[in-house]
């Protein structure tokens, strides 16, 4: 079955910092690749999607991400993080065999203003 | 339009006492969800449906029921709260062929 591991469990960063949050997949078909963030008290929001074509993939609010194939990865990247950035980053995947969608666990972000 | 809307925010039972919460979208989406989460583990799918009248199991099935009786509705019923069933869920939903899902508020459970 497929899983999706996500490297951090909690980052923090100071405003204007680098951001490189890292996501592997198990399955290495074809998949939909996703980044949802959840802010403090709020629902699941899509922040960007690959499903074929150029492997970098811009998103909302200045996050791209980055498809690997060869290395099962789909790694989420802000040049310059800001406080309002504070929320949990989900990656998730959808193979082609069903509807199911996998999430990983999840890795919370700490901005310091 | 008011998107994905879960009814209950919040509800706390008692163990062994009986619950349905309920999702509801008005955007015609044909797919379906209901998850889970929990901290450290993210979102785990429990049921899912790809239309009304279906419904099929997730990853976490055990102890839930759902029903898709209507298109814009997806219900999820717990028979006997656990307190292993204490949980934030999500409901979201699916436009067919997009893939993007849509999520609801969350429902907080608290079973004791």
């Known amino acids: 079955a497929q899983s999706v591991s996500q490297h951090n469990h909690h980052v923090i960063l100071s405003e204007a910092a680098s951001l490189e949050l890292g996501c592997n997949y198990s399955?290495?078909?074809?998949?939909?690749l996703f980044w949802y963030v959840q802010y403090p008290g709020q629902h699941l929001q899509l922040l960007l999607k690959?499903?074929?074509?150029?492997?970098l993939v811009k998103g909302i609010k200045g996050f791209e991400a980055e498809f690997i194939k060869s290395k099962f990865s789909f790694n989420l990247r802000k040049p310059s993080v800001q406080w309002s950035d504070t929320a949990e980053y989900f990656c998730?995947?959808?193979?082609?065999?069903?509807?199911?969608?996998?999430f990983g666990p999840g890795t919370r972000l700490s901005v310091l203003p | 339009n008011a998107g994905v809307t879960q009814t209950p925010k919040f509800r706390v039972l008692k163990t062994g006492q009986s619950m349905t919460l309920l999702c509801a979208q008005d955007?015609?989406?044909?797919?379906m969800y209901w998850y889970r989460q929990d901290p450290g583990m993210g979102l785990r799918l429990i049921h899912y449906?790809?239309?009304?009248?279906?419904?099929a199991k997730g990853e976490v099935p055990d102890g839930y029921n759902v029903s898709r009786l209507k298109k814009q509705n997806f219900l999820l019923g717990l028979e006997s709260a656990a307190p292993s069933q204490t949980s934030v869920y999500f409901c979201?939903?699916?436009?067919?062929?997009?893939?993007?899902?849509?999520f609801g508020p969350g429902t907080r459970l608290t079973v004791t």
């Open positions: 998730a995947v959808k193979d082609n065999y069903g509807q199911n969608f996998v």
């Open positions: 399955y290495g078909g074809t998949v939909n």
């Open positions: 690959y499903f074929s074509g150029d492997p």
């Open positions: 955007m015609n989406h044909e797919y």
């Open positions: 449906s790809v239309g009304e009248g279906t419904t």
């Open positions: 979201a939903s699916v436009r067919d062929g997009s893939y993007e899902q849509y």
